[in-house]
């Protein structure tokens, strides 16, 4: 099993994208998938290794050509959306 890594983005680097990738950890977990991840500032994504980037949807109209698909959360208390929006990349 091959391990994803996703980088998830916010304004500070801390809370709203820490708690985006912990769902997405418990997502991949769910679905018997393992990914690792890191939560970083809005200053700090560029450059980053990883399979995609998911941030509020606010932060991702700012996240810019990078060559990797950024996932855009418009809830991020709504777990399903969060899987509904990641599971494409999950399975790819």
Known sequence: MST????TVCGMGFGTSLM???????IGKKHG???SGEAVDLGSYK??????IAASSEI???IQGENVPVVSIDNLLSKSEIEEKI???LTK
């Open 4 to 7: 994803i890594h996703v980088v």
């Open 20 to 26: 985006l990738l912990m769902s997405i950890k418990e």
């Open 33 to 35: 998938m393992e990914i």
């Open 47 to 52: 450059g980053k290794r990883c399979d995609f």
């Open 60 to 62: 991702a109209k700012q």
């Open 87 to 89: 599971m494409p990349l």
